[in-house]
Structures are given as C-alpha cells and as structure tokens.
C-alpha cells in the first residue's frame, strides 16, 4: 500500500501505508482550521519516516507507540527505545501525545529534548456539535483476544455492536452516527489513553465508555466507565467536559509550543508535564459549520 497524503492549506499531513494510521492523519487533517505563518509537513506514525530532504515546510512528526502507562510498567513498543533520539534527528518537532512516555527522553541531551511537544495536539480548531445517537455503544479496532473477551463480557448487560475489523473513513463515520458512545478497550493491559480514538469519537460527537485512562482525563468526567452502567443521559455532559480537555490540546495551540522557538527548557516529568497543560482558551470556538474546511 502506499502512503496517504492529506492537504488543509499550508499543511501537508502524511501516513504510512495502513489503514489505522491512515484514519488518524483523515481525522486530524478534518480537524484543521490552521492557518500558519509558514509551510509543514506533518508524519503521522514519526518512527517510520525518513523525511526527504525536499519535504515543505517544518517537519512535524507525531509519535505513536504506547511505550509505557501511567505506572510506568513497559508496554507492547514495537519500536526500539533507544532509537528515540534518532527519530527526534529527523524533525523540526515531535509531538509526544503521551505523557507517560516522559521516561523515553530523560536521557537525551538538551538540543533534543528541546524539540519535543508533550501532549495531544491533534484535536479540531473548531468545536463539533453533540450528537446523541439513539443506537447501541459501538466499538471499532483491532479484535484481539483480550478485546473480545472484554467484550463478551460487556455483552451480558448491555447490548452493543463491534464492528469488523477494517471499518474505516466513511464508513466508520456512518456506523458512529447513530450510535450512543464508542467504546474504548485497551490492546493490552495498563493504564494509557488512545488519543486517536478519543479523536474519532470527538469529531463525531459521541461520548466515550473507557477502562481507566492515564491522566489528565478523568473517570466520570471526561469519559464513563466501561464496567459501570451505562447511563445516556450522561452523555452530553461527559461530552461537554472533554471538549474543554480538546480545546487545551487543538492542533493550531501547537504554534505557541515552546518546541518551536527552540527554547532550553527542562524535560518535565510525567507529572509535571501533566500539570503543565495549557490554560483552558476562554474564545468561543466556532462550530464546525463556521469555517471554512481543509482547502
């Protein structure tokens, strides 16, 4: 397969072959509402590209392996740890939507470090409606065993519809309009967050039904509780909480990173960079009908 090219004015959004990665860069690129002072050039997936020397612009790429949890136990990475700093080489900046993957750069020296922006910045410029579905909760992902299981589960007390493996774009955008939350099971156990899941269900309008997440977000705030009865009429108010943590994280925030004035600042911890988030904007957003989409 080859790769995907997205263009939303002055930014070109690139994925690798696959459709997974390929669903993050669509939803991202759907979400810019960016107008920048100069070219880029996003990576989606930063650890499988080589930009070439001619690539637009600033480079931007976005890291996406789950290295470690919020307790610091080690993940599934397929990607050598050690090649961190290689990778980092490669860009002008890498965004870093973990913050338990802090540990990963505490041994790189300063001109490195310097480069990485922590936190998710993947998410809209503009504020999407709420759509309460009246159909059954909704997952959508890779089947693995321990998800399927999860699932069996779950299908004791509450009727909801998994959906085939492959189920992407528009299709994907159809199977969620109707539905009443997506459900978000880990691919292994611990506790981390699938930003671009997060993602999907946001633009979408749907709440989110969770096992833990790492923090910032919140049980019962920013997100209902896979074990816990399912309540839709919570679902605008969980809706509404974790637009204002989108808001924090919205891709044109990213500008004002420190990451691209190349200042010396200090790696934070993981806690730390989870008290760092950027102050809440207190602007009206638009909604997603008052500008204009990617050119």
């Given at each position: 397969?080859?790769?995907?090219?997205?263009?939303?004015?002055?930014?070109?959004?690139?994925?690798?072959?696959?459709?997974?990665?390929?669903?993050?860069?669509?939803?991202?690129?759907?979400?810019?509402?960016?107008?920048?002072?100069?070219?880029?050039?996003?990576?989606?997936?930063?650890?499988?590209?080589?930009?070439?020397?001619?690539?637009?612009?600033?480079?931007?790429?976005?890291?996406?392996?789950?290295?470690?949890?919020?307790?610091?136990?080690?993940?599934?990475?397929?990607?050598?740890?050690?090649?961190?700093?290689?990778?980092?080489?490669?860009?002008?900046?890498?965004?870093?939507?973990?913050?338990?993957?802090?540990?990963?750069?505490?041994?790189l020296p300063p001109e490195l470090r310097r480069k990485v922006a922590f936190g998710p910045y993947i998410y809209p410029d503009f504020q999407p409606d709420f759509r309460p579905g009246t159909g059954r909760p909704v997952?959508?992902?890779?089947?693995?065993?321990?998800?399927?299981?999860?699932?069996?589960?779950?299908?004791?007390?509450?009727?909801?519809?998994?959906?085939?493996?492959?189920?992407?774009?528009?299709?994907?955008?159809?199977?969620?309009?109707?539905?009443?939350?997506?459900?978000?099971?880990?691919?292994?156990?611990?506790?981390?967050?699938?930003?671009?899941?997060?993602?999907?269900?946001?633009?979408?309008?749907?709440?989110?039904?969770?096992?833990?997440?790492?923090?910032?977000?919140?049980?019962?705030?920013?997100?209902?509780?896979?074990?816990?009865?399912?309540?839709?009429?919570?679902?605008?108010?969980?809706?509404?909480?974790?637009?204002?943590?989108?808001?924090?994280?919205?891709?044109?925030?990213?500008?004002?990173?420190?990451?691209?004035?190349?200042?010396?600042?200090?790696?934070?911890?993981?806690?730390?960079?989870?008290?760092?988030?950027?102050?809440?904007?207190?602007?009206?957003?638009?909604?997603?009908?008052?500008?204009?989409?990617?050119?």
């Amino acid at each position: 397969m080859p790769i995907t090219v997205f263009n939303a004015r002055n930014v070109t959004i690139i994925t690798p072959p696959g459709p997974i990665l390929t669903q993050v860069g669509r939803d991202i690129c759907n979400g810019l509402r960016l107008d920048a002072a100069q070219e880029m050039t996003m990576f989606i997936g930063a650890q499988l590209f080589e930009p070439p020397p001619d690539t637009r612009g600033l480079r931007i790429g976005l890291q996406t392996e789950h290295f470690f949890d919020e307790s610091g136990a080690a993940l599934w990475s397929r990607f050598p740890p050690r090649m961190i700093g290689a990778v980092i080489q490669r860009y002008d900046v890498l965004i870093e939507m973990s913050f338990c993957n802090a540990p990963l750069y505490a041994h790189l020296p300063p001109e490195l470090r310097r480069k990485v922006a922590f936190g998710p910045y993947i998410y809209p410029d503009f504020q999407p409606d709420f759509r309460p579905g009246t159909g059954r909760p909704v997952f959508f992902g890779t089947p693995t065993d321990r998800r399927k299981a999860r699932i069996r589960g779950m299908r004791k007390r509450l009727k909801i519809d998994r959906m085939p493996r492959g189920t992407f774009s528009e299709t994907l955008a159809g199977v969620l309009e109707p539905a009443s939350a997506v459900i978000n099971i880990h691919l292994k156990e611990g506790r981390y967050t699938e930003y671009p899941r997060m993602l999907s269900a946001y633009l979408n309008g749907k709440m989110v039904l969770s096992e833990p997440l790492a923090s910032p977000l919140q049980m019962g705030v920013h997100y209902a509780d896979l074990d816990a009865a399912f309540d839709p009429s919570q679902a605008e108010t969980l809706f509404r909480n974790f637009s204002a943590f989108a808001r924090r994280f919205r891709s044109s925030t990213l500008l004002n990173h420190p990451a691209f004035s190349g200042a010396d600042v200090a790696l934070p911890t993981a806690d730390e960079a989870k008290a760092a988030l950027p102050d809440a904007p207190t602007d009206p957003l638009p909604g997603p009908g008052d500008m204009a989409a990617p050119a």
